[in-house]
């Protein structure tokens, strides 16, 4: 993403920088057919039987087909009962709440903000990414049905068929999970890493035996780096893994992409290699071959010494190094070396019990701010059609929770992805297909293909990168909300008009309550929370501050939620940047590219941290004698202040001269040396070299990244 940012930063003109961008963003790359095929699928089935037996509101199950599609295969299937279970939650909500306040005016409104505020505050807090959206599109669109001046049979019976749509589309996405599940066994993810891993391995070797064809290996390997990690991440992020696995595979995703750019930059045709480059990149190659086949054998690498630093710096191949460096990384996180063995890091007590509601969803004022501002916005868009009596608009109400799903920390250039998409969905897709398409289809099977090839529109869309993927949503949910909010074929004009003015109510409610009033430009936001990150892991670095076991682990299970979620927001952050013009554009972009480069090696120290944190703790089989124990005391709150002393330099905040973590270090190698060489610890000293190889790793990655964040001149 490095190159393909200074390449954007570099375009003559906006409209040729576009072309550029959606060339690149809708390219093809591994899974997306895959993908894109398991959400056409779903939705179509959805929709075939919401018109088969007169289903109303089936346009609701149709975006559940394309939201929780996007999951990898073992989430969807794990969360299928939650998400089902929500749907009757939802359900039982609506109906015994609006008993109390239906026939009170002004309770009925307390009620419509007072619903919008735990719907806004459930997409925040649930951990359950399918739950949250059950829930809160189950509210939204349920909300305005009590609006109407029919009887309360009625509504009761619309919110039942509600309910039955809902259920519908989760049933039968679940259905064609398991289908695809069986017929192309194996995980997105790993796939999605060993093909990236294989691009830069064919590109090496063809740079090491000079072959011929390296231009189509180089163009692979760039359009990777403009598609990145984005999608990986998003399956990550909603998927059921142990909490573990999603932290250490959250860190190779990082470090893997880093990769990809590093490969991207040697794709420069000025570069020039020597016979020892080609020997460097060979070994490279080979290695990165390894844990490619290591990652899809799902074994645990064994793998040699890291590559050798040069004598003397190469300035022919600048980025050779790095790569190297990265590649190491990886094989400490995989436990490719024995300073750093995941047979340390997989022994514990056991992974932080599945929770409803995230760690700090109660403690986290952050939830509240979204939940305020969500409810807001769409009791603004509530007001406003209540009164001027135009209950056709209501589904403003719907597109703002949709909006918020797809958009908790984006930028305000989102905007223009939710104009447009509403735009070319609901104007020249939905309306234009009734005036042009529809007069000349009279069965399910013509409606049928036009709706396929709309949802394939849309869903390649929405399998790009963040940058790009809401437009495909936001096209999709004004299409089906004209032409699915029945079980017949809508032939009426000012109901589709009134369904887009609508949409476009809730996203201009969505922008005026997010981005103007608490918007920020998106790299003040990327800075912010990267920040956030280095204070939060300068506090685990000083875990357990309690002697009570349960209260340890309890807290840094809340703080390791909080960094993680710090490292996603950074890379939603990062996506945000691109779209941002100004004066400064030149120097944003260059300080986002640092940021990037600098994530994945925090992840890495990150996963070395919660190792160390178990010798902390003194969890059995990782006890350590008293005199290691105290140097380790001194060393980790040393390194808690050098993570808060670059915290502050990219603050722009003096920073107090201190002893350096290379002293600690020694003093606690000293305390080691002296540990082992006693009689009666020698049983110990294969144990503490471990635990030593680990701090020496904690030691030199924290003090490569506070001299190159001290380096970084003042923006």
């Known amino acids: 993403m490095a190159t393909a940012a200074q390449n954007v930063s570099a375009l003559p003109s906006s409209l040729a920088w576009f072309g550029v961008f959606l060339k690149e963003e809708l390219a093809p790359y591994p899974g997306r057919v895959a993908l894109v095929a398991r959400m056409v699928i779903a939705a179509t089935l959805v929709m075939m039987i919401g018109m088969t037996f007169r289903i109303p509101y089936i346009f609701q199950g149709a975006i559940y087909a394309l939201l929780i599609s996007r999951e990898s295969s073992r989430a969807t299937l794990k969360s299928g009962l939650t998400i089902l279970a929500l749907t009757g939650v939802g359900a039982a909500y609506l109906l015994v709440s609006v008993s109390f306040v239906i026939s009170q005016p002004p309770l009925h409104l307390l009620w419509v903000i007072v619903s919008s505020f735990l719907a806004f505050y459930a997409i925040g807090t649930l951990s359950n990414f399918g739950a949250s959206s059950t829930l809160a599109i189950m509210i939204s669109v349920g909300v305005p049905f009590w609006d109407r001046h029919v009887s309360a049979e009625t509504n009761v019976e619309d919110t039942l068929w509600l309910c039955l749509a809902s259920a519908i589309g989760i049933v039968v996405t679940i259905a064609v999970e398991i289908v695809f599940s069986r017929t192309k066994p194996g995980e997105d993810i790993v796939a999605g890493l060993a093909e990236r891993l294989a691009a830069v391995e064919a590109m090496l070797l063809s740079y090491a035996d000079d072959r011929t064809g390296t231009r189509a290996m180089e163009a692979k390997v760039t359009s990777l780096a403009v598609v990145g990690t984005s999608m990986l991440r998003r399956i990550l992020q909603r998927s059921a893994y142990t909490p573990h696995y999603a932290e250490q595979m959250g ?172 735009v070319v969905g609901g104007f020249l897709l939905g309306m234009g297909s009734q005036i042009f398409i529809l007069p000349y289809v009279d069965s399910i099977a013509g409606f049928t293909i036009l709706f396929m090839l709309v949802t394939i529109f849309a869903s390649w869309f929405m399998t790009s990168s963040p940058r790009l993927s809401y437009f495909g949503l936001q096209v999709a949910l004004a299409f089906y909300l004209i032409h699915l909010h029945t079980f017949a074929i809508e032939s009426s004009l000012s109901i589709a008009r009134d369904r887009v003015v609508g949409i476009l109510l809730g996203l201009v409610m969505m922008w005026l309550v997010f981005d103007r009033l608490w918007g920020v430009p998106a790299l003040l936001q990327m800075r912010k929370v990267f920040t956030s990150a280095l204070r939060l892991l300068a506090q685990f670095a000083r875990e357990p501050l309690s002697r009570d076991v349960k209260v340890a682990i309890e807290r840094s299970y809340s703080l390791r939620e909080a960094i993680n979620k710090s490292f996603d927001s950074v890379r939603a952050s990062a996506d945000a940047v691109v779209f941002e013009f100004g004066p400064s554009r030149k120097q944003d972009l260059a300080l986002r590219s640092r940021l990037r480069e600098w994530q994945p090696q925090l992840r890495a120290l990150f996963l070395m941290r919660i190792a160390l944190w178990k010798y902390r703790v003194q969890l059995p089989g990782f006890a350590l004698p008293d005199p290691v124990s105290a140097a380790l005391l001194q060393f980790d709150h040393q390194s808690a202040m050098t993570l808060e002393e670059m915290a502050d330099c990219l603050e722009g905040k003096p920073s107090p001269q201190r002893r350096s973590l290379e002293d600690f270090f020694v003093e606690l190698q000293e305390a080691v040396a002296l540990c082992s060489s006693e009689k009666s610890a020698r049983l110990l000293t294969p144990e503490l070299q471990t635990f030593l190889g680990l701090s020496r790793n904690v030691e030199s990655l924290t003090v490569s990244l506070s001299k190159e964040m001290s380096a970084l001149p003042d923006s």
């Open 251 to 422: 860190a190779i995703i990082g470090l893997i992409g880093t990769l990809v750019d590093l490969a991207a930059n040697l794709t420069l045709p000025a570069l020039q290699f020597s016979e020892d480059d080609r020997k460097r990149i060979r070994d490279l190659a080979d290695n990165v071959g390894r844990i490619r086949s290591d990652l899809l054998a799902r074994r645990t690498p064994h793998l040699g010494e890291p590559a050798a630093v040069p004598r003397s710096p190469l300035h022919s191949t600048p980025f050779l190094s790095e790569m190297e460096r990265t590649a190491n990384f990886m094989n400490q996180i995989l436990a490719g070396s024995p300073s750093f063995n995941l047979s340390a890091l997989r022994f514990s007590i056991g992974d932080p019990p599945s929770t409803f509601f995230i760690r700090d969803a109660f403690t986290n004022v952050d939830h509240i701010k979204f939940a305020v501002k969500g409810c807001l916005t769409a009791s603004l868009c509530y007001i406003i059609y209540s009164a001027l009596d135009w209950p056709g608009i209501s589904t403003a109400v719907t597109t703002c929770f949709l909006t918020a799903l797809s958009t908790i920390g984006s930028s305000r250039q989102k905007q223009v992805l939710r104009v447009s998409g509403a």
